[in-house]
Structures are given as C-alpha cells and as structure tokens.
C-alpha cells in the first residue's frame, strides 16, 4: 500500500492550533506525521510533540523535524532531518536502531547516502512544482532514487491523481503538508492510497 506522511503546518490552522488537524489525522488512519514547526522555542516545541502523542493512536509513527532530543524526551517514535543535519550514523549509534530516523534528500547520491548511514526512510523532492520547494526533478529523478533501495516517500506538488505515478516510479509514499491540510482532504488521500499499489 501506498503510505502516507502529513507534515504539520500550524500556520495554516486557525489560532496556530494543530489538534483539529492531529485529530483528522489519526481519524483518517494517517501511517506517519512529521511535527515541522522550526519557529518554536524548546518547550513549545516539547509540548506540541506531547499533545500529538496523546492525540494520534501509537500505530502511527510521530516524528520530529531535525530534534532528536525533543523527540526522545516528548515521546516520539524518530526524528525527520535535513539533507546536510547531523550524520543518520552518530544519531542512530546514540539512539539504536528502534528509533526512527528519516532524511530530506534532493538527489539520488543524497538518498545513497541516508541509505548507507542507516536511515529508516527519506523524503524526495520536489517532484514537481511547489511553493518555495525549488526547481521540481521529475519522476524520471524520482525513480532513479527508488532505485537505490531506502524506503521513499515523493515530495512537493504531489496529488491524488498522482499517486500512481509515484507508485510507478517505484517510491515507497508520499509526504506533503498541503495534500492533508483538511480533515476531508486528508480522508480522501488515505482512500485514494488503499487503491495503489507499490
């Protein structure tokens, strides 16, 4: 099956409140969600972490953007890092190998590398256009990085009507913020995601 992760933008929720969508999240049977709030202080952070723990049920995996330590201490099952963060081998020495740990990749040698140091999974892209995501690489790129054998999930301007064409590609998933910003939105991706197959 085609799986899904929902990177979490509280921008676009009113009063920066991310329970309504969490809630819609584990309502629609989300597999994974990326907490990505790189404005927040320490605590804050600590504590939107916190809630999501207690909101999502704990089948879903609940990362954290590039804090593995407010992962360890909120309660999260792994961390989400950049493509040039600290190395996937010395966090996955510290943290064993029950943690999970996924990169941002961008390139092929990218996804090698996350590969070799012991990632669990990476995330490709843009595969094509999406806001402040730079030039797209296309589905041709994104295949050559499935190829490499880590768990995939294809990233920036990703549609339902899409999804076959990353599953064809050869990619794990898809991630994304604006595909699962509404509860109903986010509903129909889950049922659009039981219906291709990897």
Known sequence: MLRLLAISNRRDHPRGDLRGWLMGCALAGIEAVQIREKDLDDRSLWEVVRSARTLLPRTTR????????????????????????????????RFGDRFVIGVSTHRAEEVERARDEGADYATFGPVWPAPGKGPPVGLEALARAAACGLPLYALGGVTIARFADVAGAGASGVA???????????????????????
């Open 62 to 93: 609940l990362l954290v953007n590039g804090r593995a330590d407010v992962a360890v201490a909120a309660g999260a099952d792994g961390v989400h890092l950049p493509a040039d963060g600290v190395p996937v081998a010395a966090l996955r020495r």
């Open 176 to 198: 994304a913020i604006r595909l699962f910003e509404r509860p109903t939105e986010t509903a129909a991706a889950v049922a659009a995601a039981r219906g291709v197959i990897c």
